[in-house]
């Protein structure tokens, strides 16, 4: 692996991890070619890393972590060598592929078990992704939506998997001979190799997830205010609403699930940043949004209300006679 922050290159083996520096070599006297007097220099040797047998070095640019793929188990370093985290094995069988996601502070591995783990940056396994009927090879992030990592298999598929949904989005018969290696080039186009053949692709265009909520969405609105910026509410089935910033798809406020059943209509006035929820037919439950879970400040009665209306509206007619 190439180490774009540090200059550097990273390979493992049976002797560990090394990492190598490309630097003039001030001895040599070999001048009639450019860059001949260039060389390769040992910067480091972590004989430690990675165990006895590092069969893939994968590197998150970002977080300068090192992620060594041994025969049993994950190894995780910083580029100094300092042991961060040991995921002894994580799958049934050998490692095949591991990266590390930005998205939620992730590591993903895949192996022969057809398996895809997801996992804590601590070790604490998280999810299973299965789909495969074979063995996965390798594992690559979506270049634009970070929430999404695609797997290539000797199945011969390639698929999409959500980070946020934690289901599968796609599946693509690419190499009947199986995906043996996969990656992206400098333009974000994914390359899937076999044995025998290459093929690229264009990923021009894919879902991006704009936020999380874990339950069937049945209404959707959006609220607004003089000098106040616009808010989204967002109703689930279990009666629950969720008062959301359009922008950035934070959830700023949320009404815990009402009393089954009895939900018939709502309305959020902005202005006020006030939730009215029409319970049943007698009754209106007031909550404010601007605390985070709502509180219920007010509820009114809907017979009273009419009786008063009426008895208004009567008095008002006996004070014009």
Not at 26 to 34: A, E, G
Not at 73 to 89: D, K, R, S, W
Not at 217 to 238: G, I, N, P, Y
Not at 291 to 310: D, G, H, S, Y
Request: glycine share 8%; aromatic share 10%; proline share 4%.
């Amino acid at each position: 692996m190439f180490n774009p922050k540090a200059d550097e290159l990273i390979t493992g083996g049976v002797g560990g991890v090394k990492f190598w520096k490309y630097r003039v070599n001030p001895k040599s006297t070999n001048k009639i070619l450019p860059m001949s007097n260039y060389e390769l220099f040992l910067r480091a040797d972590y004989p430690h890393m990675g165990g006895i047998w590092v069969k893939k070095v994968e590197l998150d640019i970002g977080s300068q972590t090192v992620l060594c793929c041994s025969v049993q188990a994950l190894f995780c370093y910083n580029t100094e060598g300092q042991l961060l985290v040991v995921i002894p094995h994580p799958h049934k069988s050998s490692l095949t592929a591991c990266i590390s996601s930005p998205h939620d502070e992730s590591l993903l591995t895949a192996s022969g078990d057809r398996d895809v783990n997801l996992w804590t940056r601590k070790g604490v396994f998280v999810h299973r992704f299965t789909g495969h009927t074979r063995a996965v090879t390798t594992l690559v992030l979506h270049p634009e939506t970070s929430s999404i990592f695609i797997s290539g298999s000797k199945d011969g598929t390639i698929r999409f998997w959500s980070l946020d949904t934690l289901t599968q989005l796609l599946s693509l018969p690419v190499l009947e001979e199986g995906v043996e290696w996969m990656g992206l080039t400098e333009g974000g186009l994914l390359y899937c190799c076999s044995g025998r053949h290459a093929h690229i692709y264009s990923l021009s265009y894919f879902t991006h997830f704009w936020s999380r909520l874990g339950s069937k969405v049945t209404h959707l609105d959006t609220a607004s205010a003089h000098q106040k910026t616009t808010r989204l509410s967002v109703l689930l089935e279990e009666d629950s609403l969720h008062i959301m910033s359009p922008g950035r798809g934070l959830k700023l406020s949320q009404v815990l699930p009402l009393p089954t059943n009895t939900l018939s209509q709502y309305v959020y006035n902005r202005a006020k940043n006030l939730i009215f929820f029409l319970v049943g037919s007698a009754e209106i439950w007031i909550y404010s949004s601007k605390t985070n879970p709502a509180c219920r400040v007010a509820v009114w009665n809907v017979l009273e209300i009419l009786k008063t209306a009426q008895f208004l509206d009567v008095g008002g007619q006996l004070g014009r006679m």
